[in-house]
């Protein structure tokens, strides 16, 4: 993949190796499926699978191969969190394995050379979910259809497919060949096809075609128009057009399970996709289980409910405070606790919001010495102790151990309990005290909201012990719990002054990872979203980067994209994260924090350890759920 010219193959993990095979001598036909092939409506298997289907060999310790049937229950604490089947299905066109190594998946290879020029190989007769072939047509569909077309695309390509503000060269080659050249290196071109939330570069081009312009007959694109109440057939496409919301039925779909039950719903049916690449050694086609139920339950059941055996595989909205309560449940109810460590940078952290859109608090979220004497004033030891058994890391949002770009001094830099220096920042940037809080430059006392997607508790208590500590420097905390969308819409529009979310989501990179996350390069980035918004629309909303450490971290993150030195590559991480946690542009408060795992105690090929984190590893996705399954009563 690094190489010029290079192929990235199918490689090896822990636990399989997916391989591109010739056909197996015979399959074993499903059993839930036998009775849709005898009636005619399925084909069988062999004329169901691609000629090349992807091959699961397992190690035969921690995991064997397993037989088909049972029905897999797991709690969501939202309909929207329907689209984590995306993630947990975890069928890419390249995947991540268990060592954090990409190799093919839906993808039968992919050809690099420079790392500038992508060649993707399918496999041949690999169909969607309902039986069409999967092509070279869904690729170029999503491309000149919708990718380059003005309707659909009026800015043009996404950011993810330029290089220097420069779209590749796009080819089909043959039906089940497609290839991408840019005039410039793209090492984060495959990582994003890779991702928990993957860059979708095709689509489903037969349905799709129904809702476009260029496709459909105007009278009846129109009535259609009409009949879903859209405002035009542009609208309409963007409707059923849900790769990874998942709340279309009708989508085709690459993944191991299918929705089928039409939101608004309190329960989700998935059922196997009968055109599923990948097969075992035996010839049996996964996914071994044969339905996903999902259940709509508030966020405050999910832990009583995953301890009195209501779900078979639940880490989503249990935390390790809830660990004791489930531990003492396991025998009784018939499921294992298991504790993952987590990888993202903090478990949890503060983000300034360095676009506030009041001039005065956006210049002081600016000033290094403020955001240096908020994260000063934090007691993470006692977070430690008090929140997670003294189980969490007392460090900032920086890298993990386990990185090898990490350094010590980068992860505890700002991160140690010092009120009295703290003080001191503040009384040199000139807040002065007036009673037991500060005042703003105008006059206004030094109260600043710190606003939470109100998802989980465990963001107030922590929050309850950081406005303790930030009491002693005469800065007064107020907590808002909110929604995930309305905080994120908040941040975006400037309101909001702190927000509280996750570290840097992979705290384990390489220096082939991509350093983005520390630069202004995305609007999601809650500490500087007008900054990443401009990026994202190469001009057309947000504001210029306006501060030279972050511009700074722009022209660096620029450098490592064109870089195919893996040294000087290394060099620029250490650049950034030197330059990113001494800045303290974001606070980050802990890290390393376990997170509990239930698991049913029937269901196999679960590992006993592994990491659970969203990027890299897509949660459960990387360990192949389409590999687990139930054992016998």
């Known amino acids: ?193 890779a991702g928990a939330r ?129 531990k003492k449940a396991e025998k009784r109810n018939n499921y294992t606790v298991k504790l993952w460590p987590t990888a993202k940078g903090a478990h949890m952290a503060l983000f300034p919001n360095m676009n506030h859109s009041d001039p005065v608090w956006r210049k002081l979220f600016r000033d290094v010495r403020f955001r240096r004497a908020l994260s000063l004033a934090i007691d993470r030891r006692q977070i430690s102790k008090l929140i997670y058994f003294g189980l969490a890391s007392p460090t900032g949002n920086s890298v993990l151990r386990e990185s090898q770009v990490y350094k010590k001094e980068y992860a505890e830099r700002w991160a140690k309990l010092d009120i009295k220096k703290a003080n001191a920042l503040l009384d040199e940037i000139g807040l002065k005290k007036a009673g037991p809080v500060r005042r703003l430059p105008d006059g206004r006392p030094l109260e600043i909201t710190v606003e939470t997607s109100g998802e989980e508790l465990e963001q107030t208590d922590i929050l309850r012990l950081v406005k303790d500590t930030w009491a002693k420097i005469g800065v007064k905390m107020l907590i808002k719990p909110s929604q995930r969308e309305v905080l994120r819409n908040r941040v975006f529009a400037g309101s909001t002054q702190v927000a509280v979310w996750f570290g840097l989501e992979n705290g384990i990179p390489t220096a082939d990872s991509s350093p983005s996350a520390l630069a202004p390069t995305s609007q999601q980035h809650l500490q500087w979203p007008k900054w990443g918004q401009y990026v994202e629309t190469k001009g057309k909303a947000g504001e210029p980067v306006d501060m030279e450490g972050p511009r700074k971290l722009m022209e660096l993150n620029k450098a490592w994209n064109v870089s195919t030195s893996k040294d000087e590559k290394t060099n620029i991480w250490h650049r950034m994260l030197d330059l990113f946690t001494d800045q303290v542009y974001t606070i980050g408060l802990v890290s390393r924090v376990p997170q509990p795992v239930v698991v049913n105690a029937r269901l196999r090929n679960v590992p006993k350890k592994a990491i659970y984190n969203w990027e890299p590893g897509a949660h459960f996705g990387v360990y192949r759920p389409d590999t687990f399954w139930f054992a016998g009563k």
């Open 1 to 193: 993949m690094r190489g010029s010219p290079g192929t990235l193959a199918a490689g090896a993990s822990l636990w399989a190796f997916l391989i591109s095979a010739p056909a197996l001598a015979a399959f074993d036909e499903t059993p839930s499926l036998k009775a849709e092939v005898e009636a005619g409506r399925l084909p069988p298997i062999a004329k169901r699978l691609p000629a090349e289907p992807s091959v699961v060999k397992f190690d035969g310790k921690s995991k064997r191969a397993g037989r088909h049937g049972g029905k897999l229950n797991i709690l969501m604490g939202r309909a929207k969190d329907v689209r984590q089947m995306v993630v947990y299905g975890y069928a890419r066109l390249v995947g991540y394995d268990e060592k954090f190594n990409i190799v093919p998946d839906i993808l039968k290879s992919v050809d690099v050379n420079d790392g500038r020029r992508f060649t993707l190989n399918l496999r041949k007769g690999h169909r969607w979910s309902d039986g069409h072939p999967f092509t070279a047509e869904d690729f170029r569909y999503w491309w000149e259809d919708m990718a380059t077309d003005p309707d659909i695309s009026k800015l043009g390509p996404p950011a993810f497919m330029l290089v220097n503000g420069k779209p590749p060269k796009f080819e089909v080659i043959d039906e089940t060949t497609v290839r991408y050249t840019w005039d410039a290196p793209h090492p984060k071109f495959l990582p994003l096809l």
């Open 198 to 326: 993957p860059e979708f570069i095709y689509r489903p081009a037969h349905y799709m075609k129904q809702f476009h312009a260029k496709h459909q007959d105007a009278a009846k694109l129109d009535q259609m128009v009409k009949a879903a109440k859209r405002r035009n057939w542009v609208s309409l496409h963007f409707r059923y057009d849900r790769p990874y919301k998942n709340d279309n039925p009708d989508f085709p779909s690459l993944q191991p399970w299918v929705q089928t039950t039409k939101p608004p719903a309190k329960r989700f049916v998935f059922k196997r996709n009968p055109f599923f690449h990948r097969v075992d050694e035996r010839g049996r086609q996964l996914p071994y289980v044969d339905e996903v139920i999902v259940t709509v339950a508030s966020s405050k059941l999910i832990s009583p409910k995953a301890g009195t055996g209501d779900t078979d595989l639940q880490a989503r909205g249990i935390a390790l405070k809830n660990f004791p309560y489930l």
